[in-house]
T-cell receptor
Framework: QKEVEQDPGPLSVPEGAIVSLNCTYSNSAFQYFMWYRQYSRKGPELLMYTYSSGNKEDGRFTAQVDKSSKYISLFIRDSQPSDSATYLCAMMKGGSEKLVFGKGTKLTVNP | DGGITQSPKYLFRKEGQNVTLSCEQNLNHDAMYWYRQDPGQGLRLIYYSQIVNDFQKGDIAEGYSVSREKKESFPLTVTSAQKNPTAFYLC????????????FGPGTRLLVL
């Protein structure tokens, strides 16, 4: 079983839709949870991070962590064509230097 | 204009050749990282360095080497021992005490001729 599982999609939605992106993980030692956005042929850009369980909101983006289920989510409200990218989840144990990434979900938002 | 720069954007390697990828940051970050990304795959850690003149192997260090002679620079050499080097290489950096935020450069795409 991989440490981090992420559905690669692709996911195609109409403009204005609510998008839900998810990852599951197997290592209960993970404490830091991140979401990166990566446009084609570019470096990943950190969108949000969460420490331990709970929700975090930033504009149209909401990150949720459920440690009891080992499940994290990223919600995008009022999705825009500019949100079209690959979204990578990543996680890290406390005191570690190693980020463990999911494979990424490719999202297309159609005008 | 602060950030992480990687050069070149594209690099071509001949069989048996060593090539070096450049990574420079002017963010005064302490830690620097090299990742490899293959199509449809997540990023995998090659090497990382927390301080100057010290670095550690990541999950896929075989066939790669690094140096950290200056705080702002962390070059990666892809040696001839790396049999499948074609990939997108990403450099990242992080400020000490800011564990969760690694910032990435624009990447170098390495292709084998």
């Amino acid at each position: 079983q991989k440490e981090v599982e992420q559905d690669p999609g692709p996911l195609s939605v109409p403009e204005g839709a609510i998008v839900s992106l998810n990852c599951t993980y197997s290592n209960s030692a993970f404490q830091y949870f991140m979401w990166y956005r990566q446009y084609s042929r570019k470096g990943p850009e950190l969108l949000m991070y969460t420490y331990s369980s709970g929700n975090k909101e930033d504009g149209r983006f909401t990150a949720q962590v459920d440690k009891s289920s080992k499940y994290i989510s990223l919600f995008i409200r009022d999705s825009q064509p500019s949100d079209s990218a690959t979204y990578l989840c990543a996680m890290m144990k406390g005191g570690s230097e190693k980020l463990v990434f999911g494979k990424g979900t490719k999202l297309t938002v159609n005008p | 204009d602060g950030g992480i720069t990687q050069s070149p954007k594209y690099l071509f390697r001949k069989e048996g050749q060593n090539v070096t990828l450049s990574c420079e940051q002017n963010l005064n970050h302490d830690a620097m990282y090299w990742y490899r990304q293959d199509p449809g795959q997540g990023l995998r850690l090659i090497y990382y360095s927390q301080i100057v003149n010290d670095f550690q192997k990541g999950d896929i260090a075989e066939g790669y080497s690094v140096s950290r002679e200056k705080k702002e620079s962390f070059p990666l050499t892809v040696t001839s021992a790396q049999k499948n080097p074609t990939a997108f290489y990403l450099c990242a950096s992080r400020l000490a005490g800011d564990q969760e935020t690694q910032y990435f450069g624009p990447g170098t795409r390495l292709l084998v001729l």
